[in-house]
């Protein structure tokens, strides 16, 4: 009996302890667990940066990441939407502050649901989106790229219409390509001044300039903040516009801010000239990466093959002439990197055109302060922008294509002037007489000098 009587407290001692463990199992599991789902929900990427970006065939959305993203984009219709879900990820950012103009979306919608992050953009029109995780590369880290591509983009003229709706001698045709664009912000200078917004700036100049002129149909490759892959520049110059000059505009960026100076550069099939020429050829090729240009769009084109075609037909040579025309118009008002008045030539994909004569222009260096705040200001501007027309114009007057107005003008010009010359230093009008074979009087008559005196950055018509 005391055995049976002392037994029954001692089992009551084990059971409830055994249910009191049980409980704090039980709450340090589930401490643990809601635990587990707060390091999970504080882990999600913050997005804080978002980019919009109209091109003339597609608009792309661009979200800035800390890392790799996992996600999801569908199409839904009636209506038209685009929904994208981020995964394990918060929106920091308002995007109602995106402009919209021009674009297909007429609305932005977030929302959230645990740890996902889902956008709709509403649509006026249908799209055909495409998107791409994008890895780092200066000055980007991470990207997440959505594209919406036009399923109806606006009809193009076509090269062959363009000669149907010309009646006499046709005008030279030049494609002007503001380099970078969009994601591709080119080299930053002081202040943060971007490159692909001031050569913008200049392009258009050029534009208005050879707008004006007789004999030349200028055509803008880039008219806005979008980047286009480069490629595409190229065949949009000689494809779309059957473009007789390609110009491409830059400016120069390096380390040490003292480097200053414009310059010109063409292909070449010999490699560089110099090292700098191959350091610029590298970075402007690399362009296409740094825009986050999809696989299947990045130039393929054998470079062998073209460089015999650009030999074969002259236009190699011809670059070097057009480009030396410009370096001497610039070096009338601006310093030219390391005083060197010669064409450079490097490996630059852009420029691998057989068609057209083509040329990389380098304003000047936008990580010099000097520089930078010049290439900001009109008055700079405007003067490149001169300097770029009066070299292709004297080009043009020198080596005028069969069938164009310049060669019109030579034929019916009788004594009149075709071309024209702007006096660099240490020229003497003996030497500008015998580069153009004109004798020295008819250049003194041309231009009423009565003696042998001339000025630097004068002006000469050539009889």
């Excluded at 084990?14 to 463990?21: E, M």
């Excluded at 202040?191 to 002129?213: F, N, P, S």
């Excluded at 473009?243 to 390096?254: G, P, R, T, Y």
């Amino acid at each position: 009996m005391p055995v049976q009587s002392m037994s029954r407290p001692q089992n009551g001692v084990h059971a409830g302890a055994l249910i009191q463990r049980a409980a704090g199992a039980l709450s340090l599991a589930l401490t643990l667990l809601c635990s587990l789902f707060a390091s999970a929900w504080a882990s999600a990427q913050n997005i804080e940066s978002v980019r919009l970006h109209r091109a003339p065939d597609h608009t792309r959305i661009v979200f800035d990441l800390k890392g790799p993203l996992d996600h999801k984009v569908d199409r839904l219709s009636n209506p038209d939407r685009i929904v994208v879900d981020l995964t394990d990820a918060t929106l920091d950012f308002d995007m109602n502050s995106l402009s919209l103009s021009r674009s297909p979306i007429n609305g932005i919608r977030v929302g959230r649901h645990e740890a996902m992050t889902r956008v709709v953009f509403d649509l006026n029109d249908s799209v055909r989106p495409r998107s791409n995780l994008l890895k780092p590369i200066d000055p980007h880290g991470w990207r997440l790229v959505i594209d919406l591509f036009d399923t109806d983009p606006e009809p193009v003229r076509s090269m062959e219409k363009i000669v149907e709706q010309q009646a006499g001698p046709r005008p030279m045709i030049v494609a002007i390509d503001p380099g970078h664009g969009g994601e591709d912000p080119g080299a930053i200078g002081p202040g943060g001044v971007r490159e692909k917004d001031v050569v913008l700036q200049i392009a258009r100049r050029v534009y208005r300039l050879m707008d004006a002129e007789p004999g030349i149909q200028p055509v803008l490759v880039r008219d806005g903040d979008y980047y286009v892959p480069l490629a595409e520049r190229r065949r949009i110059a000689s494809e779309q516009h059957g473009a007789d000059v390609f110009i491409s505009l830059h400016a120069d960026a390096f380390t040490d801010p003292r480097a200053n100076g414009a310059s010109v550069f063409a292909l070449s099939n010999r490699g560089a000239t110099s090292a700098r020429a191959a350091y610029l050829a590298r970075m402007a090729n690399d362009s296409d990466r740094v825009a986050g240009v999809y696989e299947e769009e990045k130039d393929n084109s054998g470079l062998m093959g073209v460089l015999a075609d650009m030999t074969l037909s002259g236009s190699m040579a011809h670059s070097l002439y057009m480009g030396k025309e410009m370096i001497e118009e610039m070096g009338s008002f601006t310093r030219l990197h390391g005083n060197r008045r010669q064409v450079e030539q490097a490996n630059f994909a852009v420029l691998r055109e057989p068609s057209m004569v083509s040329v990389l222009v380098e304003t000047g260096f936008i990580s010099n302060p000097d520089e930078a705040r010049k290439l900001q200001t009109a008055e700079h501007q405007d003067r490149i922008a001169r300097a770029i027309l009066n070299g292709v114009r004297r080009y043009f007057e020198h080596h005028p294509a069969p069938g164009s107005w310049f060669a019109e003008q030579r034929r019916n010009g009788g004594g009149d002037s075709v071309a024209s010359h702007r006096i660099q230093p240490g020229e003497t009008l003996s030497a500008i007489a015998r580069r153009y074979s004109v004798t020295e009087a008819a250049l003194r008559d041309a231009n009423n000098l009565s003696g042998d005196l001339i000025r630097v950055g004068q002006e000469l018509k050539i009889p």
